[in-house]
């Protein structure tokens, strides 16, 4: 079992920067490859960014390639989501997820442990 826990959501102004943080319980954080999703009000789930389990590998949707970095420490049981040069269009609900997968997993269906999550708001 893996219990994921979100944080560093708010509300920021275009152009601006937030960093997101997912702190992981359980002893095999390190086995498991991690993503973030997120969802807009009305809107399917959708995938943002994942990490191998090592975070030598990573995968970013095109909408956010360039403005979004996920990294993680496993020392820390923790995976972060740097997004820098924020959008209108980047408001939703973000999610992190831990995949039954060691590599990088890009649907939602690979991944097992969701958070609650955390909104993000971007003003224009």
């Known amino acids: 079992q893996v219990q994921l826990v979100e944080s560093g959501g708010g509300l920021v102004q275009a152009g601006g920067s937030l960093r997101l943080s997912c702190a992981a319980s359980g002893r095999t954080f390190s086995r498991h490859a991690m993503g973030w999703f997120r969802q807009a009000p009305g809107k399917e789930r959708e995938f943002v960014a994942a990490?191998?389990?090592?975070?030598?590998?990573?995968r970013y949707a095109d909408s956010v390639k360039g403005r979004f970095t996920i990294s993680r420490n496993n020392a820390k049981n923790t995976v972060y989501l740097q997004m820098n040069s924020l959008k209108p269009e980047d408001t939703a609900v973000y999610y992190c997820?831990?995949?039954?997968?060691?590599?990088?997993?890009?649907?939602?269906?690979?991944?097992?442990?969701w958070g609650q999550g955390t909104q993000v708001t971007v003003s224009s």
């Open positions: 990490s191998s389990w090592s975070g030598g590998t990573t």
């Open positions: 997820a831990a995949s039954q997968y060691t590599i990088v997993a890009v649907n939602k269906d690979d991944y097992d442990y």
